[in-house]
């Protein structure tokens, strides 16, 4: 059956070795060898479109196809990872939270960590000319099971016509904030018009899966390149993960 591993990186850049949340960092020496790597060794990156139609539709999928997908749309993500997908054209999928454009990450800030700060309009509407793709990942970054219903539709339809207003184009992919999400909560999405959403939960995506709950493989702080190679090769049996900050 055809597999694809949508990996899952936040921030990329310049860290000390964190002490907890390691998921959420990839220094960028290690981002730049598993780029490196996955050119080397002749993997497809594909657009989550492509990806999306080879899964779900007509379209054909490599062998080794791998999805690059980035959360929160940290500004380092331009600093840093855009050079190197340059690189080697890789095309990526970032995932904004549409009210804190321009701002910091204020959910981590309320958590007592830090609020790194998130991409701008200008940075956004820029990127689009380099292969990358937005997504919506809320309005404000909430733990989507745990707001009423009134809410969970502003956050889940309000960020998509917000980030189609500032796109001018179609919003078709959702990822859920902290990889928090219910069968009601996959309902919204549906309703709003979403083609595809992301879970936080650990596998490769199959055909089998449910395109608005697709799994990834998270790429943590710790993963060496046989960390990655693992990733990439195995794990790919669906485990659900217990909704958590990222
Ligand atoms: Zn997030």
Not at 107 to 134: C, I, Q, S
Request: proline share 5%; with cysteine.
């Amino acid at each position: 059956m055809p597999k694809i591993s949508i990996l899952m990186y936040h921030q990329v850049g310049i860290f000390p070795r964190p002490d907890e949340h390691r998921a959420i960092y990839c220094h960028i020496r290690r981002f730049k060898a598993q780029m490196a790597y996955l050119h080397l060794f002749g993997y497809k990156v594909l657009s989550l479109r492509t990806a999306l139609d080879g899964l779900f539709g007509n379209g054909e999928l490599p062998h080794h196809g791998v999805v690059l997908t980035f959360d929160d749309g940290y500004q380092n993500f331009s600093n840093y990872a855009l050079p190197i997908l340059k690189r080697y054209n890789f095309p990526a999928t970032v995932f904004l939270v549409a009210d804190l454009i321009g701002r910091n990450a204020k959910w981590l800030e309320e958590d007592g960590r830090y609020g790194a700060p998130l991409m701008d309009k200008k940075t956004v509407l820029e990127l689009r000319r380099h292969n990358v793709t937005f997504g919506s990942h809320s309005l404000t970054h909430p733990f989507l099971t745990l707001i009423d219903r009134e809410r969970q539709k502003q956050e889940i339809g309000g960020s998509k016509s917000a980030l189609e207003d500032l796109l001018g184009e179609g919003v078709k992919y959702f990822c859920y904030p902290s990889g928090d999400y219910n069968e009601a909560v996959v309902h919204l999405v549906k309703d709003a018009g979403y083609e595809a959403a992301l879970t936080c939960d650990r596998g490769a995506a199959t055909p089998l899966d449910n395109p608005l709950a697709l799994p990834r493989k998270a790429i943590s702080f710790g993963d060496s390149l046989i960390g990655y190679f693992w990733k990439l090769h195995m794990k790919h049996k669906r485990k659900l993960q217990p909704a958590k900050q990222g």
